[in-house]
């Protein structure tokens, strides 16, 4: 099969970079697709972070210390952008009206302010496609929870529960970054940086929250700062946002919970869904598994736990019978960017990338967060333009 290259510039040369990389290589594992992505430019103000990729990618031409310069280069189609949340606004708006399709990492913006900024921009250029970077849902097991939704398998919806939980931050020790700063971070804390992968699914369903009311901790609040010394930290650790979902046809609670400190999680994303008619759950603690509970009246109520095979979004070389893992969900999420730029609405399969829409619609939740924390009473979140 003959496959359109698309060319890639990498904006952040950090870990999440390098897992592009990682899937790039990987292309090969990849089935029946009709695209592949080509890394040919790389950009990062620390040299040591571009050098790793002229070591490791031979495709790499265009080295850079300046964004702009890259944005200047006619070999790149599209961005990977992976900066501090205080970056996106100028960044992703540079991109986009440089005319570069782009991924971009989550929150698209520091606030709801910075989002509109990327929002504007991208009304002025529709014919670049901008996706934002969500990985968690390409797990097969969640991709069978995406199914019996739109199969409308759940009755009437009793409950929700979405959240995103990793312990990363309980070592006290661990120094300080940009994550626990304000300035480069936001104030939305750990719902701006993990609060996209939790709301993916639900936005993606349909069910926008009507209300939140938050409860926000900071459980540690000095760290490290490399220096010999302590610095203070400026932002949530963990989120719970309890919701109240309208909509128009049923009404129903949903829980989410964004978890920087949540003690032996290394990296655990979760959704469940409980209604009349079925209920079911995934996580990937336990990747290999999805469990569902179908219901009739006067009927027996058991679950049912079931093996999830190796059968993702698109085709790959790995037999069903073998674990599906974190590095495959990225290799989806960046066919589905590839698959969606180079064919548009006759994709290979229909599940796209997380949309700005949905990002903007996080912006909703996470704002009114904030100010339901301020004034610990619950907030009304408005829906319309």
Sequence with gaps: MAKKTIRFGIIGCGLMGKEFASAAARWLHLTNVNVEPQIVAVCDANPAATAWFQQNIPSVKGVYADYRELLEDPDVDAVYCAVPHNLHAQLYVDIIRAGKHLLGEKPFGIDADA????A????ERPDVLVRCSSEFPFFPGAQQIVQWVNEGRFGRIIEVEAGFWHSSD???TKPINWKRRIGTNGEYGCMGDLG???LHLPLRFGWQPRSVRALLSQIVSERPDGKGGEAPCETWDNAILACDVDTGAQQFPMMLSMKR???????????????????????TKNPKQVASLPYEPGGPQAWH???????SAYETITGGIFEFGFSDSILQMWAAFCDELANRD????PFRCATPAEAAGS?????AALASQRTGETVTIDWRD
């Design 305 to 311: 736990v079931i093996d999830a095979p190796y059968r």
């Design 120 to 123: 504007a921009a991208l009304g």
């Design 115 to 118: 989002n509109a900024k990327i």
């Design 170 to 172: 309980l070592d006290p």
């Design 196 to 198: 996209m992968h939790v």
């Design 363 to 367: 912006h909703r939740v996470f704002t």
């Design 261 to 283: 400190i949540a003690p032996g999680h290394a990296n655990t994303w979760f959704i469940r869904i409980q209604g009349t008619a079925f209920s079911a759950e995934f996580t």
């Design 346 to 349: 006759s994709m290979t399969q």
